[in-house]
């Protein structure tokens, strides 16, 4: 039976750790069907050392680099739509037109599972924390109208024996340790509220490939830059809270997105 994932992301490249691994498990599936919606284009992002773009060519740039890192996975969208509000102002969006056009877009591909951010945005980031809240009330919104589809929606997360491990790693390599009262500094959340857990180690040279492919992000996006190994190492699981429909405590931790939805 096919399946749709829909992605609803802020930046092109916050969706490289969260669910690179997922879509190379499906790519050759029968009937998989992969969408994105990204609200900005991350143009106000900064520029890695020895990237050739500017600041007024950034937007641009970094669709193209997103483009060419789902090449690189080996699994193109089938659909991608981008918004193209300002970078670090989605907080000025009118909530309504923000729901109403994450809604759009779901009530339009009815998607069986769709992610993106939880109430922490995984590192602070507002567009992060205001696209996470937009999609829970646009999932909600057309779910309740009734139809095929929105049988899942997972918030992308970190455990925290994981982050506990990244802090201790960080520490060692003499780093600054995360604070999680800061923006674009990573948080944790308790590790029972993990309710999907995908091991990515079959995917991880193709995962790799696309992720550096986002060249002009790549001195934030891992630090310190390290090597091929400590990428893969980040990259070796994804984990996701299940916000809809509700879990049961205690309730056995799924091992796929769309596990159990028969």
């Not at 945005?121 to 507002?126: A, D, L």
């Not at 205001?130 to 139809?147: I, K, M, N, P, S």
């Not at 091991?199 to 630090?223: G, Y």
Request: hydrophobic letters at 40%; aromatic letters at 8%.
């Amino acid at each position: 039976m096919g399946r749709t994932l829909a992605g609803i992301w802020a930046h092109p490249d916050d969706e490289c750790y969260a669910m690179y691994g997922t879509v190379a498990r499906h790519a050759t599936a029968p009937g998989f069907r992969l969408v994105l919606l990204h609200a900005t284009d991350g143009d106000a992002g900064e520029i890695a050392p020895g990237v050739p773009t500017t600041p007024e060519e950034l937007g641009p740039w970094r669709r193209a680099e997103d483009a060419a890192a789902w090449r690189a996975l080996g699994r193109e969208p089938d659909r991608h739509e981008w918004l193209g509000h300002p970078d670090g102002r989605l907080a000025d969006v009118a909530p309504d037109v923000l729901v109403g056009q994450v809604a759009d877009f779901l009530r339009d591909e009815r998607p069986d599972v769709v992610v993106t951010f939880g109430p922490d945005g995984v590192t602070g980031h507002p567009d992060h924390v205001v696209l996470g809240e937009a999609t829970a009330e646009a999932f909600g919104r057309v779910r309740d109208e009734g139809g095929p589809g929105l049988r899942r929606l997972l918030f992308g997360a970190i455990p925290s024996r994981a982050y506990a491990l990244g802090q201790r790693r960080r520490v060692r390599a003499g780093l600054e340790p995360w604070d999680p009262t800061r923006v674009y500094h990573l948080r944790g959340i308790p590790d029972d509220d993990i309710g999907v857990t995908v091991l990515n180690h079959d995917h991880l040279p193709r995962m790799l490939a696309a992720i550096k492919e986002h060249r002009s992000q790549r001195h934030v996006m891992f630090d310190p830059v390290g090597t091929d190994d400590a990428w893969m190492t980040a990259m070796a699981r994804e984990t996701w809270v299940v916000a809809w429909p509700p879990r049961d405590p205690g309730a056995a931790t799924l091992t796929d997105v769309f596990e159990g939805l028969g």
